[in-house]
């Protein structure tokens, strides 16, 4: 399947390193030492049940939540690291030009919603990327053809369907001309017969090669995209493997017993 | 039978415009000063650093606990014992504009809040600057949420000038009171005055009816009880 596309491309140096990290919301504990890296062109997938940290990882990756010990380093430039007892932040700056190659799609779309579909996906380009007004339009022009979307440039968020606007999400994201999109849970927001239009656009950025992390609870999609798979288990990655390992009959049997509960 | 609008009144009529005229610069100028300083409070009292909130909040609580012509008075005639002199139209607006401000900064701060927060995190994600933040996402849709609810104290700021005549400004209310010392007639003179105080009122409404709607996007202009033909919005 798609899974096996991403196989053919050598072990290149990884583009993401988080080491250590640590994160407490209002004296809980969510995050206890997790350890994570991703290879240019790779596609990795975090699983877990709720409340495992999945979430809170990839919003600590883009400082959408600041963590609070360990260290991360994206595209060799570090974002935070541990100076004695403290956590050390690069400056703003440094975390805004990071951000912008590794923008993110939310659960909840999170569409500007003052702003039409074509301006949405302009509206990074222009402000963040500098991009002249032209410039962007093309490009965003593009990327809404590779969702599909195009004809849809003039319509508000609110007069698209759900996947509609996830879909306009995404050609926002790849709009930045990313390094890596972090995605958390794409789907689960969706109704059902939605699910599929939206996975296969993110189906096809694996084709091209995009790296890709991404937080899901559809297990079906994470066999069919990912080439990793981390298991997230009370605030620490329990276990990253292949995504043959973690399907295969030898797969660790915290991941086999989290399996047989999601898929009912 | 009172005599009502005999000809003394209308002769007087440019002397009320003009002071009238005072009241719409002093409405205006108020208004766009305390919007200035009303976001400014704003986004103070929602600042991290208590040593910022809590001043604000204390001097907003207080403004907004006193009478406004307490502290016009207070600025134009006790002011001036501490060495901070303004004359009477200064301030007159610097009155309007503080209270103006303490009000807004609470309608500012409310809808600042109400803009969707995963919009927020979407435009940091994309590496927006807090600055482009709020330039690109949160005000233009906070303004446009605040508009009806601005224009509300707008009307009320245009009528609340009438309490500078107190500090001797030579507005709308004052030229009144100088036309009925001469003519003794205060019913056709307050008449005429209600009538203008209404005549701009009504208009002012009309015109933020209209800014509002022209800043509406044009998917929820229906939402908006004017009619407009949705075909001919959606061709262009």
Same mark, same amino acid.
């Given at each position: 399947?798609?899974?096996?596309?991403?196989?053919? !491309?050598?072990? @290149?140096?990884?583009?993401?390193?988080? !080491?250590?990290?640590?994160?407490?919301?209002?004296?809980?504990?969510?995050?206890?030492?997790?350890?994570? $890296?991703?290879?240019?062109?790779?596609?990795?997938?975090?699983?877990?049940?709720?409340?495992?940290?999945?979430?809170?990882?990839?919003?600590?990756?883009? %400082?959408?939540?600041?963590?609070?010990?360990?260290?991360?380093?994206?595209?060799?430039?570090?974002?935070?690291?541990?100076?004695?007892?403290?956590?050390?932040?690069?400056?703003?700056?440094?975390?805004?030009?990071?951000?912008?190659?590794?923008?993110?799609? %939310?659960?909840? %779309?999170?569409?500007?919603?003052?702003?039409?579909?074509?301006?949405?996906?302009?509206?990074?380009?222009?402000?963040?990327?500098?991009?002249?007004?032209?410039?962007? !339009?093309?490009?965003?022009?593009?990327?809404?053809?590779?969702?599909?979307?195009?004809?849809?440039?003039?319509?508000?968020?609110?007069?698209?369907?759900?996947?509609?606007?996830?879909?306009? +999400?995404?050609?926002?994201?790849?709009?930045?001309?990313? @390094?890596?999109?972090?995605?958390?849970?794409?789907? $689960?927001?969706?109704?059902?017969?939605?699910?599929?239009?939206?996975?296969?656009?993110?189906?096809?950025? @694996?084709?091209?090669?995009?790296?890709?992390?991404?937080?899901?609870?559809?297990?079906?999609?994470?066999? $069919?995209? +990912?080439?990793?798979?981390?298991?997230?288990?009370?605030?620490?990655?329990?276990?990253?493997?292949?995504?043959?390992?973690?399907?295969?009959?030898?797969?660790?049997?915290?991941?086999?017993?989290?399996?047989?509960?999601?898929?009912? | 039978?009172?005599?009502?609008?005999?000809?003394?009144?209308?002769?007087?009529?440019?002397?009320?415009?003009?002071?009238?005229?005072?009241?719409?610069?002093?409405?205006?100028? /108020?208004?766009?000063?305390?919007?200035?300083? =009303?976001?400014?409070?704003?986004?103070?009292?929602?600042?991290?650093?208590?040593?910022?909130?809590?001043?604000?909040?204390? #001097?907003?609580?207080?403004?907004?606990?006193?009478?406004?012509?307490?502290?016009?008075?207070?600025?134009?005639?006790?002011?001036?014992?501490? =060495?901070?002199?303004?004359?009477?139209?200064?301030?007159?607006?610097? =009155?309007?504009?503080?209270?103006?401000?303490?009000?807004?900064?609470?309608?500012?701060?409310?809808?600042?809040?109400?803009?969707?927060?995963?919009?927020?995190?979407?435009?940091?994600?994309?590496?927006?600057?807090? *600055?482009?933040?709020?330039?690109?996402? *949160?005000?233009?849709?906070?303004?446009?949420?605040?508009?009806?609810?601005? =224009?509300?104290?707008?009307?009320?700021?245009?009528?609340?000038?009438?309490?500078?005549?107190?500090?001797?400004?030579?507005?709308?209310?004052?030229?009144?009171?100088?036309?009925? /010392?001469?003519?003794?007639?205060?019913?056709?003179?307050?008449?005429?005055?209600?009538?203008?105080?209404?005549?701009? /009122?009504?208009?002012?409404?009309? #015109? *933020?009816?209209?800014?509002?709607?022209?800043?509406?996007?044009?998917?929820?202009?229906?939402?908006?009880?004017?009619?407009?033909?949705?075909?001919?919005?959606?061709?262009?």
């Amino acid at each position: 399947m798609t899974g096996q596309s991403g196989e053919h !491309r050598a072990e @290149s140096a990884p583009i993401l390193t988080i !080491r250590g990290l640590h994160k407490v919301f209002r004296g809980n504990p969510i995050l206890k030492g997790v350890d994570l $890296s991703l290879r240019e062109g790779e596609i990795a997938c975090l699983i877990g049940s709720s409340g495992a940290g999945k979430s809170t990882i990839l919003r600590c990756i883009n %400082f959408l939540e600041r963590p609070d010990a360990g260290e991360i380093t994206v595209f060799g430039t570090p974002l935070c690291w541990q100076a004695g007892e403290c956590v050390q932040i690069a400056p703003e700056r440094t975390v805004q030009a990071a951000r912008a190659r590794m923008p993110m799609v %939310f659960q909840h %779309f999170n569409l500007f919603s003052h702003r039409t579909v074509m301006e949405n996906v302009m509206e990074g380009q222009v402000v963040v990327l500098r991009r002249s007004k032209a410039e962007a !339009r093309a490009r965003a022009r593009d990327c809404l053809a590779r969702v599909g979307l195009l004809d849809r440039s003039d319509f508000y968020p609110r007069q698209l369907s759900g996947g509609q606007q996830q879909r306009v +999400a995404i050609a926002r994201a790849l709009a930045m001309s990313p @390094s890596l999109i972090l995605f958390d849970e794409p789907t $689960s927001a969706l109704d059902p017969e939605l699910v599929q239009g939206v996975q296969s656009v993110i189906r096809d950025l @694996s084709a091209e090669g995009m790296s890709m992390l991404i937080v899901t609870h559809e297990m079906r999609f994470v066999r $069919s995209i +990912a080439q990793t798979v981390h298991f997230c288990e009370g605030g620490r990655i329990a276990e990253s493997a292949p995504v043959s390992e973690i399907f295969g009959s030898d797969a660790h049997e915290r991941i086999r017993a989290f399996m047989e509960v999601t898929h009912g | 039978m009172y005599n009502f609008f005999f000809h003394e009144v209308p002769e007087h009529l440019p002397f009320l415009l003009q002071g009238a005229l005072v009241t719409i610069e002093l409405s205006l100028i /108020s208004m766009a000063l305390g919007m200035v300083l =009303g976001f400014c409070v704003a986004v103070g009292r929602m600042a991290a650093s208590r040593l910022v909130r809590w001043p604000l909040d204390a #001097v907003v609580e207080v403004v907004r606990d006193t009478p406004l012509i307490v502290q016009l008075l207070l600025i134009y005639f006790a002011l001036p014992e501490i =060495g901070i002199v303004l004359n009477a139209f200064w301030a007159g607006i610097a =009155g309007l504009t503080l209270n103006l401000a303490a009000y807004l900064s609470e309608v500012f701060r409310a809808a600042i809040l109400a803009v969707d927060s995963g919009q927020r995190q979407a435009a940091v994600s994309l590496g927006m600057s807090r *600055i482009a933040v709020y330039r690109r996402v *949160i005000i233009p849709q906070a303004a446009l949420a605040s508009l009806p609810t601005l =224009g509300g104290y707008f009307i009320a700021l245009l009528k609340d000038c009438s309490l500078v005549s107190f500090i001797s400004v030579n507005e709308l209310l004052r030229h009144a009171t100088i036309v009925i /010392s001469d003519t003794f007639d205060s019913m056709n003179t307050y008449i005429m005055v209600a009538i203008i105080y209404f005549i701009m /009122s009504f208009a002012s409404a009309r #015109v *933020i009816r209209y800014i509002e709607l022209r800043l509406t996007p044009s998917d929820r202009r229906q939402t908006i009880s004017v009619p407009l033909t949705m075909d001919k919005e959606g061709a262009r």
